[in-house]
């Protein structure tokens, strides 16, 4: 497949092992170690994936995945100090698909790097969902609703599909993560309550009253037929 | 503590009652005495009144041979009637006066033998003064005198001074109430300032007031809270700076350590394709390196509940669900057995994983190869237990095996950091549950966790039964 992925990381040592680990496991690397940096390389041509620390000399990570997000839903996995700090939330919250805490082991970043990009490629059989004006066209990667572009990240975009092929059943967190990231590990489950609302916010006419993805208390979510 | 807040209330009780009874004691005396002077003057006064009225009239009836004509003499005076009993004769006497029988047998007797005696008497309800006396002639004279009029007197002063004493006793019962509570407002003040200081407040203080007693205990106790107060924002002071060093440094350790750990996985790939020396060494590096990097997340993770900023975040979880959720993720289906009862709670899902997945490999580091993890409810708590047959904890390290960097067997403890168990209990402590350490009666150890119950929802526990259903249901779960 050799994807070509964007490192953002300002230590120098972890910038070397973690391309060279990349590099190992099939990737192609373009590395560099500042936020501003990056965000010039990003213009020049198009990636697969942008690995992002969040410490960084010019722009923050966090500027640099806002940034992106404007304008491409290119996968980003956020390399963060602190597991459970703000930081996870904050990236996830900003349009991240995923993160890994440091340290982290490259065999890890790899798997996750993976799942995030097998999130963007279409399922064995894809279909063609109708539910009233929303639209969700598998082969394209594309959902629309009322006509107009949803514009989903490919993790936003396959919790909905396997939300909508099974409308009316409950999913808990821990299936979600295995269908969606493809975890078979322990996976985060802020990773999904913050993924379903933001695609809330994309999806839904009021997002602070859900009518198509609901919350079912205690367990998981629900895709409702309209 | 307990003791102290309830003296002060007593106490003012007692002053108030010690003041009580010196006031109704002294005002009872003074009433009592008083009467007692009174009641004998008036009545001494009266009997030698009587007295002399009737020595005289004695004297007028010896120069009067007919006794009949005494009575009407008698009557003129008007302020007490007689009874005439001549020698050997009838006696005379007015119809409105007493009959003889109505004098007693003593006084009959005294005068009999010719003394010129009296004695008080109660007549039809009225109290009269008796006197009696003999004349040479043999005939015997008695007088009644009306005394109901001191009685009455004495009576009314009796219920005056009775009120009197009742109205005062009040009146120093209440002066004494407010008085004692003035009197011990410090006291209670004081035991109220100690209270809030060990509650934590260091900042109380008492109030200063007048120059007694009272005032210099207040300055004392200030002081006493002052020196208290600054050791302990020294102490914590250091503390703080203790555990920010630590957390610092782990922090700091973070990214050189990130670096090394992606540096011995790619290294450990060639080990194999080294010759021998070299690779041992590489091997061993790989090995050290992961030495490091636990021992530097679990400083990280109790620098972090030490910061006290750890916060929680509950949710409804089907323990069972998520003590199998762990051993599947960490690989240890296979070696642990679990049973598991229904046991939905709320509580940080995170953390539950994180204290089941230590008391496991702990287990698993130390215990034998048979595991049994159980998942019970005991009323308002759910109960994971994880036992195992392994040689169990020294009784000497009992008391301490949640203790940070204790590690029951040094030798034998590479890999674990000694921090594993304390932080699975603070992770415990932070849900509002607790950790335990035994040993079991047949050998190996048991840890328990116990964690509230606080949300019994009938709903919730269907919703997720229900899921659990689902679960099942599912073509791509790999739940059991």
Known sequence: ?226 | MRVGAVAPARLRRRLAIAFVLTAGVSTAALAIGSYLIVRSSRLDDSAARAVSQSTFNLRFAAGQTPPGGLLDAYRTRGDFCAIVVPAGARPLRDLSCPTPKQVPSDLRRLVAAGQLARQRVEIAGRHELVVGGRLANGTTLYFFYDEQQVWDDLGALRNVLAVGWLALTLLAGLIGTLLARRTLAPVSAASQAARSLAEGLLDTRLPVAGDDEFGAWAASFNEMAEALEAKIAALSDAQQRERAFTANVAHELRTPLTALVGEAELLAEHAAAMPEEPGRLARLLVADVGRLRRLTDDLLEISRIDSGQERTATELVNAGQVVAGVLRGNGWSDRVELYADQVVLSTDRRRLERIVANLVGNAIAHGGASIVVRVTRDGDAALVEVADDGPGLAPEFLPHVFDRFSKADRSRSEGGSGLGLAIARENARLLGGDLTAANRPGGGALFGLLLPVSEPLHAGEEAVAQAAQDVDAHPSTKEE
């Open chain 1, 1 to 226: 497949m050799n994807a070509h992925l964007l490192l953002v990381e300002d230590d120098r040592s972890i910038r070397e092992v973690t391309t060279l680990a990349l590099e190992r496991a099939g990737f192609g690397v373009t590395a560099c170690g500042d936020g501003t940096e990056a965000l010039r390389l990003f213009a020049q041509r198009p990636y697969d994936a942008v690995l992002l620390d969040v410490m960084l000399p010019g722009s923050d990570g966090f500027e640099v995945c806002r940034e992106i997000r404007r304008t491409h839903a290119t996968p980003i996995v956020m390399l963060t100090a602190r597991a459970d700090t703000h930081d996870v939330v904050i990236g996830l919250e900003l349009g991240a698909d995923d993160y890994v805490t440091k340290p982290f082991e490259p065999a890890e970043l790899v798997a996750r790097l993976r799942a995030v990009l097998r999130r963007g490629t279409a399922p064995a059989q894809p279909r063609l969902l109708r539910f009233g004006d929303l639209e969700i066209d598998e082969a394209g990667f594309r959902a629309r609703r009322g006509g107009h572009d949803l514009s989903l990240t490919a993790t936003e975009f396959r919790l909905l599909c396997e939300l909508a092929r099974r409308p009316g059943q409950v999913f808990t967190r821990d299936i979600l993560l295995d269908l969606v990231w493809g975890y078979e590990f322990l996976g985060d489950s802020r990773l999904v309550d913050v993924a379903v609302q933001r695609l809330r916010g994309k999806l839904e006419r009021d997002p602070s009253q859900p009518a198509l993805i609901a919350t079912v208390r205690g367990v998981g979510y629900r895709f409702e037929q309209p």
